[in-house]
């Protein structure tokens, strides 16, 4: 199965900066089955992206996701109080879909 | 705005079989692919397996001998049996929806655009 390593583990940023974060496949992925989600404590995780690059519905335009090889990016443009949770990454090029660890993204 | 609902018991005990339904509303659940995931406490996302509408399933292979999934069109709800259940299936399982319609084959996968908000089982004695 296809290992998804996300990082950083955890990233402390302030409201307002940027945040990136990353996310690497063990083989190849096409960019069309690469998503990431968004999960607050004691909730369900949400679609963000999907097909690497294209919003999920009532996503706002801060969140952006961007491919280079087997190399996934997330990027926050500028961070709200309510963008601080954990997110991941999940592949559905290949049987069994699988998730990254996840990064947290934490109040500086 | 589909909706999920996870339900079933909270405990259940080691070697007995864990069941769990997902009632799906503001949608049919006909042609769509219907999935369970789990998510120990504090740690990641598992898929666990789907089904599609006709009853057509495909399971991670890593719990496949051990898991079995139905659907009830007539009911707009799909259902999880996990069996032989140790301290190590204890977490939250959520129901979710692939978001792209229609069958697309045994090999062919999309995200999942609508979860339930989790149901935490417990194993233990």
């Known amino acids: 199965e296809i290992v998804l390593t996300q990082s950083p583990g955890t990233l402390s940023l302030s409201p307002g900066e940027r945040a990136t974060l990353s996310c690497r496949a063990s083989?190849?992925?096409?960019?069309?089955?690469l998503a990431w989600y968004q999960q607050k404590p004691g909730q369900a995780p949400r679609l963000l992206i999907y097909?690497?690059?294209s919003r999920a519905t009532g996503i706002p335009d801060r969140f952006s996701g961007s491919e280079s090889g087997t190399d996934f990016t997330l990027t926050i443009s500028r961070l709200e109080p309510e963008d601080f949770a954990v997110y991941y990454c999940?592949?559905?090029?290949?049987?069994?879909?699988?998730f990254g660890q996840g990064t947290k993204v934490e109040i500086k | 705005q589909v909706q999920l609902q996870e339900s079933g018991p909270g405990l259940v005990k080691p070697s007995e079989t864990l069941s769990l339904t997902c009632s799906v509303s503001?949608?049919?659940?006909?042609?769509?692919?219907w999935n369970w995931i789990r998510q120990p406490a504090g740690k990641g996302l598992e898929w666990i397996g789907r089904?599609?509408?006709?009853?057509?399933?495909n399971y991670n292979p890593s719990l496949r001998s051990r898991v079995s999934m139905s659907v009830d069109t007539s009911r707009n709800q799909f259902s999880l049996k996990l069996n032989s259940v140790t301290a190590a299936d204890t977490a939250v399982y959520y129901c979710?929806?692939?978001?792209?319609?229609?069958?697309?084959?045994?090999?062919?996968?999309?995200?999942?655009?609508?979860w339930g908000q989790g149901a935490l089982v417990t194993v233990s004695s």
């Open positions: 979710a929806r692939e978001g792209r319609v229609g069958y697309y084959g045994s090999e062919s996968y999309y995200n999942f655009d609508y």
């Open positions: 503001g949608g049919s659940i006909s042609s769509y692919y």
């Open positions: 089904i599609y509408s006709s009853g057509k399933s």
């Open positions: 083989q190849s992925v096409s960019s069309s089955y």
């Open positions: 097909g690497a690059s």
């Open positions: 999940q592949q559905y090029h290949t049987s069994p879909p699988t």
